[in-house]
Each structure stands twice: as C-alpha cells, then as structure tokens.
T-cell receptor, first 112, second 116 residues
C-alpha cells in the first residue's frame, strides 16, 4: 500500500463548478501538507501548503487537513479553464527538510 | 525570478547508450533532486544531493548515478539506457535550512526521455 493515495482521474467539471481534490495517507508523522499544480509540459509548482491540521485559504483555493482521518483536500471555487492541470499532493515529516512523499496526481479538466 | 533549467526538453536514445541529463539552478539552493514521473505513479525520487559531492539514494536508484561537482549543477547519468527508463525526468532544488517552511521544491520543465 502506498503511503499517499490520490485518484489519478481525470476529473472533468464545467466552468464555475466547485472542485474537490483529495488525498489520503497512512503515516501519522506527516506534518506538512502541500498541493502542487502541474501544467502540461511544465514542472510542478507549489500552490499551497498547510502545517498540521486546519484550513488555509488563498483566493479561490482552500486547503483542508483532517489529521484524525488522515485525509487532505483542495477545494477550487468558481473553477476556470485555466485551472485545468494535474494537481499533486505531497507530504513530509517535520524532521525531514527534503523528503516529500507524493501522491500520483489528479488530472483536472475544466470545460468552458 | 527563481529558475531551474534542464539541458533538454526531449531526448531519444537507443538501448545501451550512456545518457546524461543536466540540471542547473540559479537560487543558491543546497538541495537538489532528480525524480522520474510516470502516469499513475506520481513522482519517484531517484537521487538527492544536499551539498557539493554529496548524494543519497532515493526510492529507485537502480540503473542511475549522479554527479554534483558544483553547487548549481546536478547531473543524472543512465549508465546503460534501457526501455524501462523511458519516462519524464524532473529536476528540483530547495533550501536546506530555513527558519520557516523549507520544503518547497522548485522544478525544472522536465526532460521527456525515450529509449528505443
């Protein structure tokens, strides 16, 4: 079993919809939770990160961590065609300054 | 503007060839990484370097080696390319020590390697 599970999709939704992307994990030592966005033919870029539990909001994006369920989510409000990309979750322990454990990535398609 | 560059966007090689993939970062980062990315498998760490001439194996080092002679440059070497090494290769860099969040990795655009 992988340490981090993420549905690869694709997930196709109409423009303006609320999108929910999710990852589950098994290692309770993870403390940093990240979402990277990867456009086609580009490298991933950090979108948001949270430390420990709770929510974090940045514009149309909200990252949520539920450590009791070992479940993280990324919500996108008012989705736009420009949000079409692959979204990868990544996690790390607080004592590791480099090792990220990655989900497989979910391909998101926003239809105009 | 932070930048990680990779020597080639697309590369086609034959089985048995020695392949060099080069990565350069201009952010004075201590850490550098090589990943491969395959559909459904996400990013898998091949090798990691936290300083010049230092390296650590990642999850899938078999068939690969690395070289870091200068802080800004990290090379991935496929000693004898095989068809199962056909993949997207991504280089990344990050700070080693920071008072704040230090896990952000900055990626290059990737090299799509095809081994025939």
């Amino acid at each position: 079993q992988k340490e981090v599970e993420q549905d690869p999709g694709p997930l196709s939704v109409p423009e303006g919809a609320i999108v929910s992307l999710n990852c589950t994990y098994s290692n309770s030592a993870f403390q940093y939770f990240m979402w990277y966005r990867q456009y086609s033919r580009k490298g991933p870029e950090l979108l948001m990160y949270t430390y420990s539990s709770g929510n974090k909001e940045d514009g149309r994006f909200t990252a949520q961590v539920d450590k009791s369920s070992k479940y993280i989510s990324l919500f996108i409000r008012d989705s736009q065609p420009s949000d079409s990309a692959t979204y990868l979750c990544a996690m790390s322990r607080v004592d590791s300054n480099y090792q990220l454990i990655w989900g497989a990535g979910t391909k998101l398609i926003i239809k105009p | 503007d932070v930048k990680v560059t990779q020597s080639s966007r697309y590369l086609v090689k034959r089985t048995g060839e020695k392949v060099f993939l080069e990565c350069v970062q201009d952010m004075d980062h201590e850490n550098m990484f090589w990943y491969r990315q395959d559909p459904g498998l996400g990013l898998r760490l091949i090798y990691f370097s936290y300083d010049v001439k230092m390296k650590e194996k990642g999850d899938i080092p078999e068939g690969y080696s690395v070289s870091r002679e200068k802080k800004e440059r990290f090379s991935l070497i496929l000693e004898s390319a095989s068809t199962n090494q056909t993949s997207m290769y991504l280089c990344a860099s990050s700070l080693r020590d920071s008072q704040y969040f230090n896990n952000e990795q900055f990626f290059g655009p990737g090299t799509r390697l095809t081994v025939l």
